[in-house]
């Protein structure tokens, strides 16, 4: 491992970064313990997803959130869901 850092100086020694980025995971997966239902469980998961994949692509989550659900009761197919995704929404 020593001769590995040695080699690169650019890497980090903690993995800080990698810990932060499923921390909203772990807190959610302690959450879906107690949903009532399957359906809750599910729907609080894709919520979690949108969220991340929203961070993940450097948006804002709740302006995406906001524009993702006052455009979906107009999605009609799959592809108009699709469409929606956050890295392909473009802001009003």
Do not use: H
Not at 14 to 39: C, M, Q, Y
Not at 40 to 65: R, V
């Amino acid at each position: 491992m020593a001769t590995f850092m040695s080699l690169c100086g650019g890497c980090k020694i903690d993995k800080n970064a990698a810990e932060n980025s499923i921390r909203p995971f772990v807190i959610g997966r302690k959450n879906w313990l107690f949903s009532t239902s399957v359906g809750g469980a599910k729907t609080s998961a894709n919520l979690y997803s949108l969220i991340e994949t929203a961070k993940a692509n450097d948006l804002n989550p709740y302006a995406d959130l906001k524009q993702f659900f006052t455009l979906l009761p107009q999605a009609e197919t799959l592809e108009d869901i699709d469409r929606l995704l956050p890295w392909l929404i473009t802001s009003p």
